[in-house]
């Protein structure tokens, strides 16, 4: 069955990843890959984001569920005076690592022979931008109604150009009191 899988996958990469139902379909694939194999944990962000694009809420996923506490922490540390923004930042892209679920993306083609390695650099940011938009409209929701952090979700709503190009995205931290905070997915 996994030999079936990464023939369809690697034909799917061959085609070109062109449309958001691409990256669901690719990242569903790899969640049928982690079923029959138990090997999610070994690549906890890839697990994570195939879950996300599927699910629009993730209140039971290890890696979000210990995200959100991960970013309450920031938030608290920093709205209490003890702590800086650069840990709210942190925090977020921690969770958010896309340099991760690449590096993850590569380490799991190269262990079940998925050719994620042939992909150049324009369509990597092709499939994290089509990811993006598939995600923009699924926060990642906190259980707690006690939580300072009441949800994380991701858009489109602002747009600049840096050094490094320009920026695919924004997330969003809505926080109990009615305010929210924001950064850049680069």
Not at 95 to 117: N, P, T, W
Not at 126 to 144: E, H, Q, R, W, Y
Not at 164 to 180: H, R, S, V, Y
Request: a negative charge.
């Amino acid at each position: 069955m996994i030999s079936e899988i990464v023939s369809k996958l690697n034909d799917q990469l061959a085609s070109g990843i062109q449309k958001e139902a691409d990256v669901v379909y690719m990242l569903a694939e790899i969640r049928k890959i982690f079923e029959q194999t138990g090997a999610a944990a070994t690549y906890p962000v890839l697990d994570f984001y195939a879950n996300w694009t599927v699910h629009a809420m993730l209140d039971h996923h290890p890696w979000a569920k210990a995200g959100l506490t991960t970013i309450e922490n920031a938030v608290d540390g920093f709205q209490n005076g003890c702590g800086r923004p650069e840990e709210v930042l942190t925090a977020v892209t921690g969770v958010l690592s896309f340099q991760r679920l690449h590096r993850e993306l590569l380490e799991c083609g190269a262990r079940y022979g998925i050719v994620f390695d042939k992909l150049s650099f324009d369509e990597w940011r092709k499939f994290a931008t089509l990811l993006l938009d598939v995600l923009i409209g699924c926060p990642l929701v906190a259980k707690s109604t006690a939580a300072a952090v009441r949800r994380l979700s991701l858009s489109r709503d602002f747009s600049f150009v840096h050094p490094g190009g320009q920026t695919l995205a924004f997330w969003q931290i809505d926080l109990a009191d009615g305010k929210f905070i924001t950064g850049p997915i680069f």
